[in-house]
Antibody, heavy 122, light 110 residues
Framework: QLQLQESGPGLVKPSETLPLTCTVS??????????WGWIRHSPGKGLQWIGS???????YYNPSLKSRVTISVDTSKNQFSLRLSSVTAADTAQYYCVRHIWELTHYHFDCWGLGTQVTVSS | QSVLTQPPSVSGAPGQKVTISCTGS?????????VNWYQQLPGTAPKVLIYNNNNRPSGVPDRFSGSKSGTSASLAITGLQAEDEADYYCQSYDLTLKGVFGGGTKLTVL
């Protein structure tokens, strides 16, 4: 059974870069037809898709975050990572790594990690 | 402000039927992109409840159903049970913004 597990610091200082890693188990990240992404959830703001990557390394991002986001993939470790720069308190949220399907008009997130809470504070 | 619009809350008594709406625009739902629904129980990660407008993953009861028309979609829950109390989110694809969600609807079982 596919499992995703987020890891990273729970506390990040303002203006610094938030690094998160997602480790995939029970399946290969190099499987075709699947993308791998990040979603965050903050109270009062709902769910926000951050960005996604294909195992080949092709990435695409939420336009509102694009200038600060980098998503990368390491197929040898079956992991993918998020880096969010210049964080502020508004980036405090629960961060989830996800697997998703994107075929023509079909686009949904079919597997979610448990999530990791990140707080931005000095 | 979410791209997809949902009512903040709905409620119903056990055994009743409730419906949650999701309104988009011509750049997402109206552009023929599928609508998906997620259920988030307290303290847990969201899980997909309905995908591609009206498909249920294995293990999801047939009390849950989805529909789509024009720029809107709906999630219907029949035979409401206490365990259905959760937050529900709709999601689609937008031509400009890509992955987009609704603001979420809190379902209260009276």
């Amino acid at each position: 059974q596919l499992q995703l597990q987020e890891s990273g610091p729970g506390l990040v200082k303002p203006s610094e870069t938030l690094p998160l890693t997602c480790t995939v188990s029970g399946g290969s990240i190099s499987t075709s037809s699947f993308f791998w992404g990040w979603i965050r959830h903050s109270p009062g703001k709902g769910l926000q898709w951050i960005g996604s990557i294909y195992y080949s390394g092709s990435a695409y991002y939420n336009p509102s975050l694009k200038s600060r986001v980098t998503i990368s993939v390491d197929t040898s470790k079956n992991q993918f990572s998020l880096r969010l720069s210049s964080v502020t308190a508004a980036d405090t949220a629960q961060y989830y790594c996800v697997r998703h399907i994107w075929e023509l008009t079909h686009y949904h997130f079919d597997c979610w990690g448990l999530g990791t809470q990140v707080t931005v504070s000095s | 402000q979410s791209v997809l619009t949902q009512p903040p809350s709905v409620s119903g008594a056990p055994g009743q039927k409730v419906t949650i709406s999701c309104t988009g625009s011509s750049s997402n739902i109206g552009a023929n992109y599928d609508v998906n629904w997620y259920q988030q129980l307290p303290g847990t990660a969201p899980k997909v409840l309905i995908y591609n407008n009206n498909n249920r993953p294995s293990g999801v009861p047939d009390r849950f159903s989805g529909s789509k028309s024009g720029t809107s979609a709906s999630l219907a829950i029949t035979g409401l049970q206490a365990e259905d109390e959760a937050d529900y989110y709709c999601q689609s694809y937008d031509l400009t913004l890509k992955g987009v969600f609704g603001g979420g609807t809190k379902l209260t079982v009276l």
